[in-house]
């Protein structure tokens, strides 16, 4: 497997459907619920999840697709001998897309057995491309310009800068963050 090839596909794979989520931002959203109230689906989720299956099932067809909008992919046991599964988020934000809230994302991975090899997240609004490749580091990419990325050295929380999303089973779930989230910074 060349991983190479398949790091420059994902990242183009992304764009593409980074750009397709851009066109569809400002159009009209047809939204339906998936599992609750707050776990929204939309037409531009299915477009960018369509165009991504196909662009990996063209470049990589003997590779798994799992999709986060659950449809119907080929049962697990065709690809046991493969190895190599695709995590694919098409339009990772919908509730702030389908609220015209410009901050969203296009999520791939690509997985060996149980190990991750590579990853692309893709902002469209900002046209960043967020990468990160085995043994070969994570990096950033904004217009021309292509970055090491490294994580904060931030020694404590009142020097970090923080943000966080909530689950879309935060209203059915123990797990949902909220009490993280509310824990106080410091002393006093």
């Excluded at 470049?59 to 659950?70: G, I, Q, W």
């Excluded at 469209?124 to 310009?145: H, I, M, N, Y």
Aim: glycine share 6%.
């Amino acid at each position: 497997m060349d991983l190479i090839r398949a790091y420059e596909v994902a990242i183009k794979t992304a764009e593409q459907a980074g750009a397709l989520l851009r066109q569809g931002l400002n159009e009209f959203k047809q939204v339906s619920l998936k599992s609750s109230a707050v776990d929204l689906l939309t037409q531009h989720d299915r477009a960018s999840q369509a165009l991504i299956t196909e662009w990996l099932q063209t470049a990589f067809p003997d590779h798994r697709l799992v999709n986060e909008e659950k449809q119907p992919d080929a049962p697990a046991s065709a690809f046991e001998h493969v190895g190599y599964t695709w995590y694919i988020d098409p339009l990772d934000g919908t509730n702030n897309f389908a609220h015209g809230f410009p901050v969203f994302a296009v999520s791939i991975a690509l997985y060996a057995g149980e190990r991750p090899l590579e990853a692309v997240v893709y902002d469209p609004t900002r046209d960043e491309c967020f990468s990160a490749l085995d043994k070969q580091g994570a990096f950033l990419r904004s217009g021309s310009v292509k970055k090491a990325i490294h994580v904060s050295q931030a020694d404590s929380l009142i020097n970090s800068l923080l943000a966080t999303g909530f689950p879309d089973v935060r209203h059915d779930s123990e797990a949902d963050n909220l009490a993280e989230f509310a824990l106080p910074l410091g002393p006093g």
